[in-house]
């Protein structure tokens, strides 16, 4: 089958790799068709994620078609049904998996040992991500092999577009959970740092869970016009303060409740000297992460506020300025997203026509452009802000691989 390998720093290729098969009884494989390129992927492309190996299949925002089921699988899924593959792999039986933490699954990340040196604690599985994090292949491919697939899905039903349902997968869920953090009650304002994709569905939940403002902050025109669509009011970072107009906007007390969508790549500019430090200091290995938005919303953030961050952060952060977080009484929420512990809901929301999260979509290519797309996404080129692949689409991809023996156990 084709798929989107990763070869090392900005070198991801469409390349010929073996068609997956059925490894373990709780597997399934689907027929990819439609996948995307999420800002996670960027960290990937320019390699400040440690433990990629050259040959790594990419993605982990897929939908498709179930094609074939393991036979522990078999009771919850068959042949031919259709589902989005949340971004994170779980088990439904652990403790976290019980209290609906499903992105830190005790059981899914097959590297544990190694995470659990890492992080103190080892998350689960994630598709298309590091060893760090299982190693698993991703979906940017023409098929995907789904582990712990009786749990590890989204049924959808036939009739809705593959745009309105893939970000099911990711970027919706994970803005929800951004806006869900803050605890949002009616007269909260929201500011919204990052109008990337995740930045626009946080927007966009936000406004349903009922702030009365929600600010969105980039430097970006394009999307800072779409969240503007969306309901937002905008400042753009490179032409005002945005400490005096949050002020401003709050009758000099700060936003109650700040979301981080940026993540550890904020931009680097002359305008924010501490990005240049913390620039620097990634080159010299004494920091992985450019933290500006973190400083940023401590700073503005109401006292007894929320600050919720749902941009990815690597490691470790330098000039934190924790001390004005404690003292005036923030609160932090964070995580990979738990990707179907909101899915019902949001699933109703679009099956009733409350919420259409297709609006984000720039670009639609077949996978073969995947390569092309990382870049044009990557540079925010051609107004790009969310890219669909659509294996598949220019003729039909065909599987050779037969069916395996299912008698692997996870390792
Ligand atoms: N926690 C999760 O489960 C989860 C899921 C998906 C994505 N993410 C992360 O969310 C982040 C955003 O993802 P995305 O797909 O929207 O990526 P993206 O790269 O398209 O968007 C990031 C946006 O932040 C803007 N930005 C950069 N510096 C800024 C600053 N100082 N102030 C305000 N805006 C700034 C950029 O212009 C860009 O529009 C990434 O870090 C990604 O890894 C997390
Ligand atoms: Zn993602
Ligand atoms: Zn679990």
Redesign the pocket.
């Known amino acids: 089958m084709k798929a989107l390998v990763w070869h090392g720093k900005e070198d991801i290729r469409c390349d010929r790799v073996s068609d997956p098969t059925i490894e373990h009884p709780r597997d399934a494989i689907i027929r990819v068709t439609s996948c995307a390129i999420?800002?996670?992927d960027?960290?990937l492309f320019h390699n400040l994620v440690p433990a990629m190996l050259p040959g790594d299949i990419m993605g982990h925002e897929t939908m498709g078609v179930v094609e074939e089921v393991g036979s522990a699988a078999a009771g919850k899924l068959k042949k031919g049904d259709r589902i989005v593959v949340p971004?994170n792999i779980f088990c439904g039986e652990c403790e976290q998996c019980r209290r609906q933490n499903y992105?830190l699954c005790e059981r899914t990340n097959r590297n544990k040992e190694l995470a659990d040196k890492v992080f103190g604690h080892s998350g689960g599985g994630l598709f298309g991500y590091t060893h760090l994090t299982g190693g698993y292949p991703g979906g940017q491919a023409e098929y995907l092999r789904v582990p712990f697939a009786d749990c590890t899905h989204i049924k959808v039903p036939d009739g809705i577009p593959d745009d309105k349902l893939l970000f099911l997968s990711?970027?919706l869920p994970?803005g929800w959970?951004?806006a869900a953090q803050c605890d949002i009650e009616s007269g909260d304002t929201v500011a919204v740092?990052?109008?990337?994709?995740?930045?626009?569905m946080a927007i966009r939940s936000a406004l349903l869970m009922g702030a009365e403002q929600v600010v969105a902050?980039?430097?970006?025109g394009d999307?800072l016009s779409m969240a503007a669509a969306g309901g937002a009011i905008t400042i753009n970072?490179m032409q005002e303060s945005?400490i005096a107009r949050l002020n401003d906007l709050t009758g000099g007390k700060g936003p109650q409740k700040c979301i981080d969508?940026?993540?550890?790549?904020?931009?680097v500019s002359f305008a924010?000297p501490d990005?240049i430090l913390d620039r620097g200091k990634q080159m010299m290995l004494m920091e992985n992460d450019r933290p500006?938005?973190l400083r940023?919303m401590i700073y503005v953030c109401r006292p007894g506020g929320v600050i919720s961050?749902?941009?990815?952060?690597l490691g470790l952060v330098d000039k934190l300025p924790m001390g004005v977080a404690m003292n005036k009484g923030l609160t932090w929420r964070?995580?990979?997203?738990h990707?179907c512990r909101w899915t019902d809901e949001l699933l109703r929301l679009i099956e009733d026509g409350s919420l259409d999260p297709s609006f984000v979509v720039t670009h639609k290519v077949d996978l073969a452009q995947g390569p092309e797309m990382y870049r044009v996404?990557r540079n925010?080129q051609d107004s790009c802000?969310?890219v669909v692949l659509t294996p598949g689409a220019n003729g039909a991809a065909t599987r050779t691989a037969q069916a395996g023996t299912a008698a692997g156990a996870y390792a």
Do not use: N
């Open positions: 999420c800002g996670s960027l960290h971004f992105s990711d970027i994970t959970q951004a740092w990052g109008c990337g994709p995740v930045g626009q902050i980039d430097c970006l999307r970072f945005v969508a940026v993540g550890t790549e904020s931009h924010q990005t500006h938005a940023e961050v749902m941009g990815v952060y964070m995580a990979q997203a990707v996404f925010k802000i969310k």
